[in-house]
């Protein structure tokens, strides 16, 4: 499972509440993503980060934000969470073998947040 | 930018075969295939890169045709185990950066 863990699993908020989720990981990896997934919509890209404090935004990051202070933690904050945030978020972590520009992405187990 | 994945559902018996195709309208580094089932993250299932290459894990396969910027994904003789959504996601540009955009995914049934 490439030692990835998310927090929190589940979590329900209102309208307007700040929130924060974490993706820690064991490795040492040091590309790090965050996808949100919804129905007929796959999974879409929020921000990535290449290192520490090296973070970038992916195809829907209006909303959200993201730091990386440590290599291990990558967090995902939404200033002031709306409904149209309910969804399922996933961390991943690109793993390259040695010689290649591409790896594989491990996913976490998801966090699912329901914005009331 | 989202590459548009083919058919969206596809339901099959045991042993029957099927094809998910992947597009996508930019120049492509990598694809990459996934599966998910219900309730769990996505599952690495192999990785294409450009050059045409193809690739198989057990009895599913893979090809990447750079030129046309498509990919598809080949399961033979269906398992049950085979159910889930299979998703493409590409990599564009010159690779190195790790950040895939998926497609809408593919739901896949197999029957027994």
């Known amino acids: 499972d490439a030692g990835i863990t998310q927090s929190p699993r589940h979590k329900v908020t209102e309208t307007g509440t700040p929130v924060t989720l974490r993706c820690h990981q064991t490795e040492n990896h040091r590309y790090m993503y965050w996808y949100r997934q919804d129905p007929g919509h796959g999974l879409r890209l929020i921000h990535y980060s290449y290192g520490v404090k090296d973070t970038d935004k992916g195809e829907v990051s209006d909303g959200y934000s993201v730091s990386r202070s440590k290599t291990e933690d990558f967090l995902l904050t939404l200033e002031s969470a709306t409904s149209s945030q309910t969804s399922v978020y996933f961390c991943?972590?690109?793993?390259?073998?040695?010689?290649?520009?591409?790896?594989?992405?491990?996913f976490g187990e998801g966090s699912r947040l329901t914005v009331l | 930018q989202q590459p548009v994945q083919s058919p969206q559902a596809v339901i099959l018996r045991e042993g029957e075969d099927a094809v998910i195709n992947c597009s996508s309208s930019?120049?492509?580094?990598?694809v990459h295939w996934y599966r998910q089932k219900h309730g769990e993250a996505p599952v690495f299932l192999m990785i294409l890169l450009k050059g045409g290459e193809q690739k198989g894990h057990d009895k599913i396969s893979a090809s990447f045709n750079e030129k046309k910027q498509q990919s598809s994904l080949y399961l033979t003789a269906s398992q049950l185990s085979y159910s889930g959504t299979y998703f493409c996601g590409t990599e564009i540009g010159s690779g190195n950066t790790g950040k895939l955009i998926f497609g809408q995914g593919t739901t896949l049934q197999v029957k027994p």
């Open positions: 930019k120049a492509l580094y990598s």
């Open positions: 991943a972590i690109s793993v390259k073998p040695k010689g290649r520009d591409t790896g594989e992405l491990f």
